[in-house]
């Protein structure tokens, strides 16, 4: 892996004032790795992924904002999963580092997914201790460095930062989601961790550019973001930390990952939607 890229952040091109926006796509890598050792069919392999998320916010930086974008695919990492968050039943002999499991762990998609989504396996085999410490080192480690760094600086420059964490989602629950399987989901869903991570002002300006474009929107239900917005949401201090939850049926033929003819006009939405956020971030007031 001495020549994997694990990490793609992308800046404000020269002559663009910088916001204090950043996004990040950790879902959407499609790098596989030569050492991932799957043993699933690979056309089942990418239903992990947030296919084509990094593109959908690919204007973004000419917008002002910083955008980070993860290359490897989450099945074999998932970098919105804290390094403690480990399935041991996926290692062969003791594992030496913390562990503290979280309800993905047991649904087997943790830190190193061990099943997909319809609760099919992805090994024949048990990982070793060593290549789950090298996927840490060279895919979970550079990935939040690069977004702390991308974070902390816009916050220096302007004392305000928002982070904008995007993904996407199916068109229904699936086997191994918390809710029930066959419910089908709304166009977005914002997640805030129930306003912890976001301020109310911000999460009612993102819910109502959605609803302003047709699209339907629901704010922590079924997703409330996880550990990135856990970890850069912080609204009393104006660090803004929000996911965004884009439901796959507007872009893509979910058996195929191919994008639709819906594609290009999704994208231009997001555009419009993502200014209206480099506005708000470079000239909201200060949060109480």
Not at 70 to 78: H, K, V
Not at 149 to 170: F, G, I, K, T
Not at 218 to 238: C, H, M, S, T
Request: with cysteine.
């Amino acid at each position: 892996m001495n020549d994997f890229v694990a990490v793609r952040v992308i800046r404000p091109p020269v002559g663009v004032m910088p916001v204090p926006l950043v996004l990040d796509s950790p879902h959407s890598g499609r790098c596989y790795p030569a050492d991932f050792g799957y043993a699933c069919d690979f056309t089942h392999l990418r239903k992990a992924e947030d296919t084509d998320v990094d593109d959908l916010f690919g204007d973004a930086p000419s917008l002002g904002a910083t955008l980070v974008c993860a290359e490897f695919p989450r099945s074999y990492l998932d970098p919105n999963r804290r390094v403690e968050d480990v399935d041991e039943s996926l290692i062969d002999g003791r594992w030496p580092h913390p562990v503290d499991h979280s309800p993905k762990t047991l649904s087997g998609i943790g830190l190193v997914w061990r099943v997909l989504d319809d609760k099919s396996p992805i090994y024949r085999r048990k990982l070793s201790v060593a290549e789950v410490e090298r996927r840490i080192s060279h895919c979970h480690a550079p990935y939040w460095e690069a977004v702390t760094e991308a974070v902390d600086a816009a916050y220096e420059r302007a004392r305000r930062v928002v982070h904008l964490n995007c993904h996407s989602m199916p068109a229904e629950a699936g086997p191994v989601s918390w809710v029930k399987q066959g419910t089908r989901f709304a166009d977005i869903v914002l997640g805030d961790r129930d306003g912890s991570t976001c301020s109310p002002a911000l999460t009612t300006l993102i819910a109502d550019a959605f609803r302003s474009e047709g699209l339907s929107v629901a704010i922590n239900d079924p997703y409330k973001g996880v550990e990135l917005v856990k970890r850069f949401g912080r609204p009393q201090d104006d660090r803004h930390s929000i996911q965004i939850e884009i439901n796959r049926r507007l872009y893509m033929n979910e058996a195929t990952r191919e994008r639709t003819s819906d594609y290009p006009a999704l994208k231009s939405l997001l555009t419009r939607v993502t200014a209206r956020l480099a506005v708000f971030a470079a000239s909201a007031p200060t949060a109480g």
